[in-house]
């Protein structure tokens, strides 16, 4: 499962998705990328939940044109449209277009969310 995050403090939030973030039934990877400057490498961070029988959480980070970890390379694209559109389309209006084709491949997208 794919979190997409627009909105968020920086380091603050990672530290609390990667400390408070619990294994999900019939999920095998979470994945949290948290689009913006980043201080820190594109991958920021990875655990396993019980030696990795109940799942894996994966953190990265994005800055928008900058580089980007290989193993997110499948949502870059929703990212950058979304960027690209944004000034096109008024909020509502570019959140349901995005959130649309972020469902039709399964990714959950959190905007202007604060943890």
Aim: hydrophobic share 45%.
């Amino acid at each position: 499962m794919d979190y997409i995050i627009w909105g968020h403090c920086g380091f603050p939030d990672i530290e609390r998705i990667y400390n408070t973030c619990k294994p999900k039934i019939d999920v095998m990877t979470q994945r949290f990328l948290f689009v913006g400057n980043v201080v820190g490498a594109p991958l920021i961070k990875t655990k396993s939940f019980w030696l990795g029988l109940g799942g894996y959480l994966e953190v990265y980070s994005y800055a928008p044109g900058g580089e980007f970890h290989p193993k997110i390379k499948d949502v870059i694209p929703f990212i950058d449209f979304a960027i690209e559109h944004a000034e096109k389309l008024s909020g509502s209006e570019m959140i349901e277009a995005i959130s649309n084709d972020l469902l039709n491949m399964n990714v959950q997208a959190v905007f202007n969310k604060q943890f």
